[in-house]
Structure formats: structure tokens, C-alpha cells
């Protein structure tokens, strides 16, 4: 989740500095949203798994493996949303 915040700080920082517009921002903290609704979600089937039963069990692995399968989607839909959102106006920037 730490790194998560992190990169969400950038994220948002580079678009203070690049000035992106309105809807940007929107997209943006959708992604945002996304990522960290996402590793709630996760911690909190790990934290269920582990309570109920503390030996591997193969359906606790696969539990396991579907909510990180989801933080990792919408991560990878957030980075995504950031090269859109954030490339066009640091190439401008960049290049003119």
C-alpha cells in the first residue's frame, strides 16, 4: 500500500506541474480510487484467509491469488491512465 500512496503523491504532483485539466484529474483519481479500493479489498481477503485457516490450503492460495490478481488489473489500468493523462502535456513541455 506504500508504494501505492507514493505513486499516487507523483502522480498528482506531476499534475500540479503539468496543469493538466479537469477531466484529467478525474481519470486520474478514478485510478486512484481503483488501486487503493483494490488493496483494501486484498488485505482484508489475506487478513479472512489466514484467520480461517492458518495451514496452506489451495483454496486459500487461490483466494489469495484472485485479490492480488485485482490490485495488480487495476494498477495496471492506473498506469495506463497516467501515460494518457500525463504524456501528452509533458511532451509538450519537453519538445514544444
Known amino acids: 500500500m506504500r508504494f501505492h ?3 499516487a503523491i507523483a502522480a498528482a504532483a506531476a499534475g500540479i506541474w503539468l496543469r493538466i485539466p479537469a477531466g484529467g484529474w478525474l481519470w486520474l483519481g478514478a485510478a486512484v480510487s481503483a488501486v487503493w479500493t483494490t488493496e483494501l479489498i486484498n488485505t482484508a481477503v489475506e487478513r ?7 495451514e496452506r490450503h ?3 492460495k487461490a483466494a489469495k491469488d484472485a485479490a492480488a490478481g485485482a490490485v495488480l488489473v487495476a494498477a495496471s489500468f492506473a498506469v495506463f491512465v497516467g501515460l494518457v493523462v500525463l ?7 519537453l519538445f514544444g
Do not use: F, K, M
Request: charged share 10%.
Open 87 to 93: 504524456a501528452p502535456p509533458l511532451c509538450r513541455l
Open 48 to 54: 479472512t484467509v489466514d484467520l480461517a485457516t492458518p
Open 58 to 60: 489451495p483454496l486459500a
Open 5 to 7: 500512496v507514493g505513486a
